[in-house]
T-cell receptor, first 113, second 111 residues
Framework: KAGVTQTPRYLIKTRGQQVTLSCSPI?????VSWYQQTPGQGLQFLFE???????NKGNFPGRFSGRQFSNSRSEMNVSTLELGDSALYLC????????????FGPGTRLLVL | EDKVVQSPLSLVVHEGDTVTLNCSYE??????LLWYKQEKKAPTFLFML????IEKKSGRLSSILDKKELFSILNITATQTGDSAVYLC???????????FGKGTRLHILP
């Protein structure tokens, strides 16, 4: 069974640009969560999608948005990039009702110059 | 404000030593506590704890939860260099199925 996949794996952008990251969950998983990980703040929750609806949202500015498609694949978008957005972005998927046992993807490392 | 605090932030020990990692939490509507191991990229799931006093064990790793004192420990006995990683503690809440992570403990095992 294929694991969670994320694309791209690495990305370099400049301030002011926007970026879209993609996450394909494990087959059968309908819940997808996104996290930002930085050395200073650790793993911080961005948002969670279930059945194409945002179910939870963390404390991030409106520049961070996401969506989920009918096949459970999810994308997150960051507009007007700032230097502080440089981080590892992880997505995790889980079976409905088993959100605790999330399976994480390898992450997308974003560098904003 | 809901929070999960891990200690120590980093730890360096020699191979063969036993280590204890700590995780304390203050959350509303606690549902479960989770431990993950993160080596290079993706965190991998270790344990889920929901009941106080019941030890979960997997090989040299074990963990226990104290819901009265609001903390959990993760023990690793006879450490090996392959145990070097960041260990993450997270708490899942009933409210909105939210999960909050601690900042992690970076463990380095010297050969």
């Amino acid at each position: 069974k294929a694991g969670v996949t994320q694309t791209p794996r690495y990305l370099i952008k400049t301030r002011g640009q926007q970026v879209t990251l993609s996450c394909s969950p494990i087959s059968g998983h309908r819940s997808v969560s996104w996290y930002q990980q930085t050395p200073g703040q650790g793993l911080q929750f961005l948002f969670e999608y279930f059945s194409e609806t945002q179910r939870n949202k963390g404390n991030f500015p409106g520049r961070f948005s996401g969506r989920q498609f009918s096949n459970s694949r999810s994308e997150m978008n960051v507009s007007t990039l700032e230097l502080g957005d440089s981080a590892l972005y992880l997505c995790a998927s889980s079976f409905p009702g088993m959100e605790e046992t999330q399976y994480f993807g390898p992450g997308t490392r974003l560098l904003v110059l | 404000e809901d929070k999960v605090v891990q200690s120590p932030l980093s730890l360096v020990v020699h191979e063969g030593d036993t280590v204890t990692l700590n995780c304390s939490y203050e959350v509303t509507n606690f549902r479960s506590l989770l431990w993950y191991k993160q080596e290079k990229k993706a965190p991998t799931f270790l344990f889920m704890l929901t009941s106080s006093g019941i030890e979960k064990k997997s090989g040299r790793l074990s963990s226990i939860l104290d819901k009265k004192e609001l903390f959990s420990i993760l023990n690793i006995t006879a450490t090996q260099t392959g145990d070097s990683a960041v260990y993450l503690c997270a708490v899942a809440m009933n409210r909105d199925d939210k999960i909050i992570f601690g900042k992690g403990t970076r463990l380095h095992i010297l050969p």
